[in-house]
């Protein structure tokens, strides 16, 4: 006698799936409705960090008094002033600060104040938060950015599981918008010799410095910078041509060449190899682009190292 299957061992209905995943984001929408105005810290330490304007003013500086403390010795003392205004509306305003305070592509002058909007970009020193306003469905989305679930933790950037997450979001977002869109992959050449020579502390030393260097000098606010593992890392770029992540990635491959990576006194010899990949017609999902450019980084390794190659497709 045949064995009757069980009604639940059985796929669930197209519609009933669909309806769950209405039910879940509906329920986000309403989570979100709750969440204060914030800044997200794009770049700093730690990467991610939400601040919620839940004060009627907050002072940005580097004094530790100050409600927004940053740890940044381009920033005032007392940089800059948010203000919560009767209508909702958040305003920034300069509080006469060294190095200036600037709202995307403005820089404004000691006293002068402006409305901030959606996904504004503000820079303070070297240091760039995004600003979201009151209810974005966004704001969930970082919401553990800055947690251990989503942090390297021996180089405070972004882990795998977050660079993931990350890629798919940003890659269905070019696909619906016709933009550009590109992916780094890269890792530095012969690390094993460098942990096998100088030790691991030396190897870990190694990669929190050319950390420091591509984050300080070469990730824009928009950026995703992430330890795939090891010693591989992932660049993601909204809005990047081919030719210019490759432009970027020549950049990077010679600035590592050239910094002195100096270890209890001595120097270590480190280069990198990159491959990158571009959103093309023929790329139809997020993990076969970042595919193309692990392929295109075995390219620049076999071929010698120490090399960018970009990715035929």
């Not at 997450?165 to 977002?173: N, V």
């Not at 012969?190 to 020579?197: G, I, Q």
Request: contains cysteine.
């Amino acid at each position: 006698m045949s064995k009757q299957k069980n009604v639940t061992d059985q796929p669930k209905d197209k519609t009933e799936v669909l309806k769950e995943d209405q039910n879940t984001l509906k329920a986000e929408l309403e989570k979100a409705k709750e969440q204060e105005a914030c800044l997200i810290l794009i770049r700093g330490t730690p990467q991610g960090r939400r601040i919620f304007l839940n004060q009627k003013e907050m002072t940005i500086g580097r004094d530790a008094a100050v409600e927004i403390c940053v740890n940044d010795q381009g920033v005032s003392r007392r940089h800059a002033l948010i203000s919560k205004k009767d209508d909702g509306t958040i305003e920034l305003v300069d509080l006469g600060s060294s190095n200036g305070t600037s709202v995307n592509d403005l820089k404004l002058k000691s006293g002068q104040s402006v409305k901030l909007e959606k996904e504004d970009m503000i820079k303070v020193g070297s240091t760039i938060f995004k600003y979201l306003p009151a209810g974005e469905i966004e704001i969930l989305f970082y919401g553990n950015l800055g947690s251990a679930a989503h942090t390297d933790p021996l180089t405070r950037i972004y882990n795998k599981g977050y660079l993931i997450e990350a890629l798919e979001a940003e890659f269905k977002r070019a696909k619906a918008l016709h933009t550009d869109f590109s992916v780094i992959f890269f890792d530095l050449d012969h690390f094993k010799k460098v942990n096998d020579t100088y030790g691991h502390a030396a190897g870990d030393y190694v990669l929190q410095e050319f950390v420091q260097l591509i984050r300080t000098q070469y990730l824009r606010p928009k950026d995703v910078f992430a330890r795939y593992g090891g010693e591989e890392f992932v660049l993601i770029l909204a809005q990047t041509s081919g030719t210019s992540a490759v432009e970027l990635a020549e950049q990077i491959r010679a600035s590592v060449e050239a910094h002195p990576f100096i270890f209890e006194g001595k120097r270590i010899s480190v280069t990198s190899s990159l491959g990158v990949a571009e959103l093309q017609s023929g790329v139809e999902s997020a993990q076969t682009l970042l595919k193309l450019a692990d392929k295109a980084l075995y390219s620049a390794k076999t071929q010698g190292r120490n090399r960018v190659i970009l990715s035929s497709c």
